[in-house]
């Protein structure tokens, strides 16, 4: 059965001036589609060094990503992001110069979208909560919450497969944590997305269907929070660790 994502023994280094880091040892794990996974661990345990794998926006040192079998190294990795994943980050990263409405249309337009990019702009907008009159607005006008759903609705205007979030929440109030939280998770069950979210916030953790922690460049342990992860294969590499 060929798997959504699979990533096989993934380590990466960062050459500094004090010698190497060993960000990640031989990461593996699979994902499926309509599941949504929380990753955990300390601060430094190479969350984000592994998401940014995932997303192509780097190269692992050894080891394979695997898209329905295909592997990364063998994709144009700038044109397959922009098709096929969507990225939301803790500080928002919108274009202060353009509306609310125009950075959704920005990555329309990067994902190479064939549609009517301002209609499906406004209809993503709504779909996280941003009011019509709002849309015009420059998005450094708006409230954090709101900007972190505007880089939400971004993130899957076009429709990707793979939703990743690196600490989504992480300066949000509890009641737009929430907000978030809920969009992640009706991507993953109502729309079949695959969504990972890094996370330190519990209430996230929560709502995931699966918890993988990481621990020292390594996933270690698990935690299935639901039935929704049918096909379930960490097993696979879990059972040879301690
Ligand atoms: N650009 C970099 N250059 C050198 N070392 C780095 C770099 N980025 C991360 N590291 C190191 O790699 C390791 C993993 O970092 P990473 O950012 O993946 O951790 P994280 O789990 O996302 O942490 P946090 O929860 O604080 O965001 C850490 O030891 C970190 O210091
Ligand atoms: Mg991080």
Known sequence: ??????????????????????????????????????????????????????????????????????????????????????MVFQSYYLLPQLTAVENVELSLELAGYKGDKRAKAEEM?????????????????????????????????????LILADEPTGNLDNENTMNVIRILVELAHKYDKCVIVITHAAEIAEKADVVLKMDDGVLKSICLNSGRCTRFLFAKYLSSLP
């Open 1 to 86: 059965m060929m798997e959504f994502l699979e990533l096989k023994h993934l380590s990466y280094d960062y050459i500094t001036k004090a010698g190497k880091v060993h960000a990640l040892k031989e990461a593996s794990a699979v994902f499926e589609k309509g599941v949504v996974y929380a990753i955990v661990g300390r601060s430094g345990s190479g969350k984000s060094t592994l998401m940014s794998l995932i997303a192509g926006l780097d190269v692992p040192k050894s080891g394979e990503i695997l898209y329905y079998g295909e592997n990364l190294r063998n994709l144009d990795r700038d044109k397959f992001r922009r098709e096929h994943i969507g």
């Open 125 to 161: 907008l709504s779909l996280v909560g941003i009011k019509k009159e709002q849309f015009k607005k420059r998005s450094t006008q708006f409230s954090g919450g709101e900007q972190q759903r505007i880089a939400v609705a971004r993130a899957i205007a076009a429709d990707p497969e």
